[in-house]
């Protein structure tokens, strides 16, 4: 016969450790949060920021590079657009002629890679914009690219030439008009390329309108002051002093302010 365990010599049980569900074994308690430096909220450091800007710079240098291989390819065909307004021109030192043809092709090559430019740009602060922001952005940048080849292309194809005439206006038989190539090309560039930044007024406008900045009844008042305004501005970007040449840079200026007024209050109603 077996003998019977005494009652408090029982055999003793532990049942086997469960794990709470809900946490991993190495997750902080439940309704604590983890450290700041553990949180993911898409941001960057400051190096991290200075590498990708250093790698958008190095690709807009590349582009402008490579442009300006396009450029010098290309250069007896933009030589010959440049110079026909003025005719013949003429260099006064030996190393003239070259420096003005490296300067011309690495202008060439600005424009030529500008769009790659302005994605650069774009792609850098796409990361911090919205949703809604990005939206805008992706149909302001590809206007301002359009809006400042559209400057250029007025300048150079009306404006420029009329100036130039102007010019030669003043030669005789015994003043005779000989213009050096590389300050025939400096006024080229000072003449132009302030159309292209003064063709972005309207979608400065439009842009400050969508803000809630401005709007048609502020635009309207001063109306007057921007037509003073826009004397005083191209008497300031302008490369020479004459009346004519700021006229020329004054009214473009004065009508793309109205074409803004006007889609403000029309299109937009505000």
Same mark, same amino acid.
């Given at each position: 016969?077996?003998?019977?365990k005494?009652e408090?010599?029982q055999?003793?049980y532990?049942p086997?450790?469960v794990?709470?569900a809900?946490?991993?074994?190495?997750?902080?308690?439940?309704?604590?949060e983890?450290?700041?430096?553990?949180?993911?909220?898409?941001?960057m450091s400051l190096i991290?920021h200075?590498?990708?800007?250093?790698?958008r710079?190095?690709?807009?240098l590349v582009?402008?590079?490579?442009g300006?291989c396009?450029g010098?390819?290309?250069l007896d065909?933009?030589?010959?657009?440049l110079t026909?307004?003025?005719?013949?021109?003429?260099?006064m030192?030996?190393?003239?002629?070259?420096?003005?043809?490296?300067k011309?092709s690495?202008?060439?090559g600005?424009?030529v890679?500008l769009?790659?430019?302005?994605?650069?740009?774009?792609m850098?602060?796409?990361?911090?914009?919205t949703?809604?922001e990005?939206?805008?952005?992706g149909?302001?940048?590809?206007a301002s690219v359009? %809006?400042f080849f559209?400057g250029?292309?007025? &300048?150079? $194809? #009306?404006v420029?030439?009329?100036a130039?005439q102007f !010019?030669?206006? *003043?030669g005789n038989t015994e003043?005779?008009?000989?213009?050096s190539?590389d300050?025939?090309?400096?006024?080229v560039?000072?003449f132009?390329?302030p159309?292209?930044?003064v063709?972005?007024?309207p979608?400065?406008?439009?842009? %400050?309108a969508?803000?809630?900045i401005?709007? &048609?009844? $502020? #635009?309207?008042k001063y109306?007057r002051?921007v037509v !003073?305004l826009? *004397?005083v501005i191209?008497?300031?970007i302008t490369?020479?002093p004459?009346?004519?040449?700021?006229?020329?840079?004054a009214?473009?200026?004065?009508?793309?302010?109205?074409?803004?007024y006007?889609?403000v209050r029309?299109?937009?109603r505000k």
């Open positions: 016969m077996t003998e019977a005494p408090n010599e055999a003793s532990d086997p450790f794990e709470p809900g946490n991993p074994p190495d997750a902080p308690p439940a309704g604590t983890p450290p700041e430096d553990e949180i993911d909220d898409g941001s991290a200075l590498t990708e800007l250093r790698s710079l190095i690709k807009c582009a402008v590079a490579l300006s396009v010098y390819y290309f065909e933009i030589m010959h657009y026909a307004p003025a005719g013949k021109l003429y260099y030192q030996p190393s003239e002629a070259f420096f003005t043809y490296l011309v690495i202008a060439a600005f424009l890679a769009p790659v430019i302005f994605y650069q740009v774009w850098f602060f796409l990361p911090a914009l949703r809604r990005r939206m805008v952005l149909l302001i940048v590809p359009l %809006l559209g250029l292309a007025f &300048s150079f $194809f #009306l420029f030439p009329a130039v !010019f030669l206006g *003043f003043l005779e008009a000989l213009f190539v300050k025939y090309f400096d006024f560039i000072w132009v390329l159309f292209g930044f063709f972005e007024l979608l400065i406008m439009i842009i %400050l969508k803000l809630g401005v709007g &048609s009844k $502020f #635009l309207g109306q002051i !003073f826009a *004397f191209a008497a300031v490369p020479t004459d009346v004519f040449t700021q006229t020329m840079i009214v473009p200026m004065i009508l793309l302010y109205e074409v803004g006007l889609i029309y299109i937009m």
